[in-house]
């Protein structure tokens, strides 16, 4: 088992743990369940009260919950739900709990572990992570006869993506994509880190998208949607006819490591690469769970307990069940998660962490700068309005939430 010589001690004494996870109702529930259940089987003096919470509830639950003095003692959740509540002071500090067990910072994939660090101290853990790699329809390239040699997304580049789906996307007389689509790929953080571009300035007082890298990175996205058009435009392209799943689109572009098992169903060979490399590189965009601890648990050692061995133990059950992330903690993501399988290319993912970034760490992304970032984005796929002027209006709209939250905090 991985970690076994890192185990967490035992807990003292009868103790209750209150214990919420997203997916009420679903998949991610069930495997909590079982695992919270190997927990208790463990160490049987310690009750842990599971809850599972649909998604889309689970942070209005816990806000109610703080303004009712009657918390749980940890959550897992979307890393949306510590942006959201990051400036709350709610959140348990485990940086000392941490440095006195066995476990380094270097057991974690680096960008994860750091998105839970608020002015260098630990409030939180990573549950899993995932980058989003393109997902690829090899038949469907093949039988167009784009030839993709061994090793091909090491180095192509943005000239080659855009050529290749030449070769593959056909239009209707009404001018959409059919029989086949391109590349269904609506992230534009990619582009935006990758042409050396940012969100927001360093200090995070003002939006940095008008710089020329950013206005750069926005002028390609815009140019592959409704210029080169091999990119799936919304309301036109994409359709329900048309979709990854179906088989029909050459590239899916949030291929998620959760998204696999539906890639085995699909009627094609479909594999996981790298994104092209941009002029300044490629940052792939991380998106992560995790483990919120609340300041005023009464069983602060039970319960840090308890996260310690749900990224070990606990994470080892959820993968031997099917998982939903790339583990956080590289032991479990090394020995049981690359084990399965293993026709997709998951080492992929793991290079990916390397040259990664989430989205802004700010209080203010969910949802106030993202409605913005989407708004933009949107307008810039859609051809609504031009780079330069998609890109002024969204940092317009940015620097005036910022300027609402620094009053706000009495900056």
């Not at 070990?312 to 790339?326: H, M, P, R, T, W």
């Amino acid at each position: 088992q991985p970690g076994q010589a890192e185990q967490p001690r035992q807990p003292r004494g009868p103790v209750k743990i209150v214990f919420w996870c997203y997916g009420g109702g679903g998949t991610a529930e069930q495997l909590f369940r079982t695992a919270v259940e190997e927990y208790r089987q463990k160490f049987p003096e310690v009750t842990v009260e599971f809850t599972g919470i649909p998604s889309g509830d689970i942070q209005q639950k816990v806000l109610v919950s703080w303004t009712s003095d009657v918390i749980p003692d940890i959550v897992m959740d979307s890393w949306r739900g510590f942006l959201r509540f990051m400036d709350s002071g709610l959140f348990l500090d485990i940086t000392n709990e941490f440095a006195r067990r066995k476990y380094k910072p270097s057991d974690f994939y680096e960008t994860a572990l750091k998105a839970y660090q608020i002015e260098g101290k630990q409030f939180g853990m990573p549950q899993g992570w995932g980058t989003s790699l393109y997902a690829m329809n090899l038949d469907l390239f093949e039988s167009s006869g784009v030839r993709l040699a061994p090793d091909f997304d090491e180095t192509w580049t943005q000239d080659d993506l855009v050529q290749m789906l030449k070769l593959v996307v056909k239009y209707d007389a009404d001018g959409r994509m059919s029989p086949y689509g391109g590349a269904d790929d609506s992230i534009f953080f990619y582009w935006l880190y990758s042409y050396g571009g940012d969100f927001l300035t360093p200090d995070q007082s003002r939006a940095a998208v008008t710089t020329p890298e950013a206005l750069a990175a926005a002028e390609w996205y815009a140019k592959v949607h409704t210029g080169d058009r091999v990119f799936m435009r919304d309301n036109i392209d994409k359709r329900p006819e048309l979709n990854f799943n179906s088989g029909n689109v050459a590239i899916h572009g949030n291929g998620i490591p959760n998204s696999i098992v539906q890639y085995a169903q699909i009627p094609a060979r479909v594999n996981v690469f790298l994104r092209p490399r941009a002029p300044r590189g490629r940052i792939h965009r991380m998106y992560i769970d995790g483990y919120l601890l609340f300041r005023d648990t009464r069983v602060r050692e039970a319960t840090v307990d308890f996260l310690f061995w749900m990224l070990d133990e606990g994470a080892v059950s959820l993968e031997k069940q099917g998982g939903i992330n790339i583990p956080s903690y590289k032991k479990v993501a090394e020995q049981v998660w690359l084990s399965t399988m293993t026709q997709f290319n998951k080492r992929k993912w793991l290079a990916a962490a390397e040259q990664s970034r989430t989205d802004p760490a700010h209080a203010k992304w969910i949802p106030d700068l993202s409605d913005i970032y989407s708004k933009y984005t949107r307008q810039l796929r859609t051809g609504e309005a031009g780079p330069r002027e998609a890109m002024a209006n969204m940092a317009s709209d940015i620097n005036a939430v910022l300027a609402e939250y620094q009053r706000s905090k009495g900056r």
